[in-house]
């Protein structure tokens, strides 16, 4: 690093991937801080500079003092160990130390107490809620969400019939002439431990995979103007069941919200969906393979006048950016689950999918949101702006409003997993109306809670 590309550096700031520090004097410190960058994509630490970005310099005496420490802090106290590398940048004001610390390989890293530290803006903390750290041990490798068996679950819940169709498929073989009972067939093929269903086998060949997996499934809205806050809906619809079906009736709420358009054709042709399908297809599959099974969120379409959008729980995975996977980059979350699906959805798990799509159709954004965990992909409309006016007011008429009970249900038909409280919140309304409201319709069997109070989920009938 030139002492230009240090300033250049300096001027930025603080952030998730740069950390100033005037000095080191604790081990113990500097191992947090080593670890977090590890666990968290990487960054570098500036020895030598103040908060503010000022440069405060080192002298040679300190610059040696300084390596021993990083050197003792990443050997001896992170595990695993870590192998920082050191730069001495020469400056008027005297010497910056700068440790390049990459993304690691053997996540997590803890320090001497055992604790995961990670990036958080550009601080640092320890984990300690379980989901988090659940997504951390996925990151290095060392734990699979598709491969952790399903509490409760047997084989009695899966659906041998279309579980036997797809082995007979993809092996040539019938069950029967295989010899061996189902479970042990699942288990060989990782879709099951010590006969118990993982989530990748009860998703995917399960009978009823919602009623222990139920944020395993979609939401659908379809809107009738460009705001999420709209308490109006033209459609909504709650899409469970294997994954094979999520797609077909997913695919199916997609086309039934967009338009038909003559596309230059003859007047007795049938109408072309005003978006390639193609890239429907290729967005939506990746949403049901991909998305990260930690979050406790269900995946959303949201169909606007001007846009529709496929939103996936949890962020891209590692260091894995949109404009990567634009060029066919890809990184397999889900990897039993992936295996598997290439051989019962149009997905190949090549990476070629998001490149297809927008082939299809360039007016695409991709969205990583880390903060909220999150990916959107959004498919802006090219719609005849008469069409659009006529949907907004046929619905904007004042006999048309919604009602709470329907705004309810439409709120956790596409995010079952809200909390009465955020309900209220986005409708407007105190909690206590929102519960009396929930009430009626609990009682009325329009509405129903599924799973324990924490981690259950709403369930529109």
């Not at 001027?11 to 410190?29: L, M, P, V, W, Y």
Request: net charge neutral; charged share 20%; proline share 5%.
């Amino acid at each position: 690093m030139t002492e230009t590309d240090l300033l250049q550096a300096l001027a930025c700031g603080e952030d998730s991937r740069h950390q100033f520090k005037r000095d080191a004097t604790n081990a113990d410190g500097m191992a947090a801080e080593l670890a977090a960058f590890a666990n968290s994509g990487g960054g570098k630490v500036f020895l030598g500079v103040a908060d503010d970005g000022s440069i405060a310099g080192l002298d040679s005496a300190a610059v040696r003092r300084l390596n021993q420490l990083i050197s003792n802090a990443a050997s001896q106290h992170v595990r695993p160990p870590l192998h920082p590398q050191t730069d001495n940048v020469q400056t008027a004001q005297g010497l910056v130390l700068v440790v390049s610390v990459p993304d690691g390989l053997n996540k997590p890293y803890m320090d001497l107490q055992g604790r995961v530290w990670v990036k958080s803006g550009a601080d640092k903390r320890h984990v300690t809620a379980r989901e988090e750290m659940q997504r951390i041990f996925q990151r290095g490798g060392l734990l699979q969400a598709d491969q952790v068996p399903v509490r409760y679950a047997t084989v009695d819940d899966i659906d041998e019939r279309s579980f036997g169709r797809y082995f007979e498929r993809r092996y040539g073989q019938t069950l029967s002439a295989a010899g061996l009972p189902v479970d042990q067939l699942m288990e060989n093929l990782k879709l099951a431990q010590d006969g118990v269903p993982n989530l990748a086998g009860l998703l995917l060949f399960g009978k009823q995979p919602q009623r222990m997996l139920p944020v395993c499934q979609m939401g659908a809205v379809w809107f009738p103007g460009t705001h999420l806050a709209d308490m109006r809906y033209l459609d909504s619809e709650s899409i469970d069941g294997p994954l094979d079906e999520q797609f077909e009736r997913g695919m199916a709420f997609l086309k039934r919200s967009l338009h038909k358009v003559q596309a230059g054709r003859g007047f007795n042709t049938l109408g072309q969906l005003e978006l390639p399908e193609e890239a429907l297809v290729e967005l939506l599959v990746n949403a049901l393979v991909h998305r990260d099974f930690w979050v406790s969120a269900t995946i959303r379409l949201f169909v606007f006048t001007d846009r529709l959008e496929i939103i996936s729980p949890g962020h891209l995975p590692d260091s894995l950016t949109p404009v990567q996977i634009r060029t066919g980059m890809s990184n397999r979350r889900n990897q039993v689950q992936a295996e598997h699906a290439a051989h019962i959805l149009p997905y190949r798990g090549m990476g070629t999918g998001v490149p297809r799509a927008l082939n299809a159709w360039p007016q695409i954004d991709l969205v990583d949101e880390p903060e909220i965990n999150q990916f959107r992909a959004v498919v802006w409309r090219t719609v005849q702006t008469s069409a659009v006016t006529s949907v907004e007011t046929s619905v904007e008429t004042p006999q048309n409003p919604l009602k709470t009970p329907e705004a309810i249900l439409a709120l956790l038909s596409a995010q079952p997993a809200m909390t009465l409280a955020q309900v209220a919140s986005q409708l407007g309304k105190s909690t206590r109306a929102i519960e009396m409201a929930v009430a009626r319709l609990t009682e009325s069997g329009r509405l129903k809670f599924v799973g324990p109070k924490k981690g259950g989920n709403w369930k529109v009938m």
